[in-house]
């Protein structure tokens, strides 16, 4: 497994913009494809958006389509997940997870194919 590291989550306003990042340690994610899943209060985890290993493919989630932008900088064992026109809906504790080698992103939008989580980051986005 992975160990993954979210960071860049915080309070802002609607409207607005964060940058979110997942560190990866314990072996190199350029071998995985990678995705951002959220869990919103009282309710269940979703998907919002998916990488392959290449950063040539990517998923989104409907409801973050066009407002966000998943990318990857495989050298630095990171991914990112922009987030622009930011809504108060979007409030949750956002994930990043490691796919199993040879994961796809199709596999992964299902949560299927995972093996690391990271421990979440929250984001606030206040009306």
């Known amino acids: 497994q992975v160990q993954l590291v979210e960071s860049g989550g915080g309070l802002v306003q609607a409207g607005g913009s964060l940058r979110l990042s997942c560190a990866g340690s314990?072996?190199?994610?350029?071998?995985?494809?990678m995705a951002w899943f959220r869990q919103a209060p009282g309710k269940e985890r979703e998907f919002v958006a998916a990488?392959?290993?290449?950063?040539?493919?990517?998923a989104y989630a409907d409801s973050v389509k066009g407002r966000f932008t998943c990318s990857r900088n495989n050298a630095k064992n990171t991914i990112y997940l922009q987030m622009n026109s930011l809504k108060p809906e979007d409030t949750a504790v956002y994930y990043c997870?490691?796919?199993?080698?040879?994961?796809?992103?199709?596999?992964?939008?299902?949560?299927?194919?995972?093996?690391?989580w990271g421990k979440g980051t929250l984001v606030t986005v206040s009306s």
């Open positions: 314990g072996r190199a994610l350029s071998l995985s494809a």
């Open positions: 997870a490691a796919g199993r080698t040879g994961a796809v992103v199709g596999s992964m939008t299902r949560g299927n194919g995972i093996d690391s």
């Open positions: 990488i392959s290993w290449s950063g040539g493919t990517t």
